[in-house]
């Protein structure tokens, strides 16, 4: 069952933030797709700034979101639990995707950025408040260096490392995530982009890296960074490929609320980046097409990030 854009992918204006949401649909409507228990594994909660400040060496100034506008969108698309990861305006301070993981408790895991010399009271003190991974950027130059460093310290607090970037940096780390020893999230297609089609450079590298078991996926921004296609149609040959080689290390997330990162000409740092304003509703239709089968659906939005993530 469908999800009618009247029905539920409306995209409402928001606030001056730029927030956009879905409609709700009916509790019908959102069983046919979501099953019991189902978990976004990208999200990221954005101020307020006064209790919150941005890093003032930022790429770029978003607007807020924060977590009651989470539990907004969690009843427009039956997701009963959600992962927070700490957006690049933050830096290394983690302190509103901590405080937003404690206060919605068990039902929320986070993932944070962190120096490549993180202390062991440090993670520990994150560990407890249910952080349960470190996302790296591939712009980052230490990045290989990065990535060794934390192997062995993420091992032992059965953490993973996330990986956000583009797919020729993910083929030239491709050997040392294969050998690194524990997991490993690429988010958001691994930077695909829907248009260039199953042989664009590189995809190929990530297909196997999920196909052999070496890192887990997320079918996760299509409408913000992978597609320019009004109805997304593009992405499908993407997600079915990524599913097929390996449906046990896929993850979905909306990447809510679809911060507006790239650059844009002119713009400075410090100027206001609105949010994409993206149809959650119609994101979620896609589900179906991607995935078919209600069993593997749930095994991607349940059983899957329920084990990496430990809920």
Do not use: C
Request: hydrophobic share 45%; no cysteine.
């Amino acid at each position: 069952m469908a999800i009618t854009r009247r029905a539920f992918g409306t995209i409402l204006a928001g606030s001056a933030a730029g927030l956009a949401f879905a409609s709700r649909a009916s509790a019908a409507a959102v069983a046919a797709i979501m099953p019991a228990g189902a978990i976004d594994t990208h999200n990221h909660v954005m101020g307020p700034q006064s209790k919150y400040p941005y890093s003032p060496t930022r790429p770029y100034t978003p607007p807020e979101a924060n977590v009651a506008d989470l539990k907004r969108l969690r009843a427009q698309i039956g997701v009963a639990r959600n992962v927070i990861v700490t957006p690049t305006p933050y830096g290394f301070d983690n302190s509103s995707t901590v405080d937003a993981v404690v206060e919605l408790g068990s039902s929320a895991r986070g993932v944070v950025l962190l120096p490549p010399d993180v202390s062991t009271t440090e993670l520990a003190r994150l560990e407890a408040a249910g952080i349960r991974g470190a996302r790296l950027n591939t712009g980052n130059p230490a990045l290989k260096e990065t990535l060794t460093q934390w192997a062995p310290r993420f091992k032992s607090i059965n953490w993973h490392v996330q990986i956000v970037g583009q797919l020729p940096i993910i083929v030239s780390l491709a050997p040392q995530i294969a050998t690194l020893g524990h997991p490993v999230v690429i988010d958001h297609f691994g930077g695909a982009t829907a248009a260039r089609g199953l042989a664009q450079p590189g995809f190929g590298a990530l297909v196997n890296l999920v196909k052999t078991g070496k890192a887990y996926v997320k079918i996760s921004g299509s409408a913000d960074s992978v597609s320019t296609r009004e109805d997304l149609a593009d992405v499908a040959p993407l997600a079915k490929a990524l599913v097929a080689a390996n449906p046990q290390r896929v993850l979905w997330g909306t990447n809510w609320p679809h911060p507006g990162s790239s650059q844009v000409a002119g713009r400075k740092p410090t100027d206001l980046a609105l949010h994409v304003q993206t149809d959650d509703g119609k994101v979620l239709n896609m589900l179906p097409v991607w995935v078919p089968d209600a069993a593997t659906r749930k095994l991607i939005l349940v059983d899957n990030p329920a084990r990496l993530y430990g809920f």
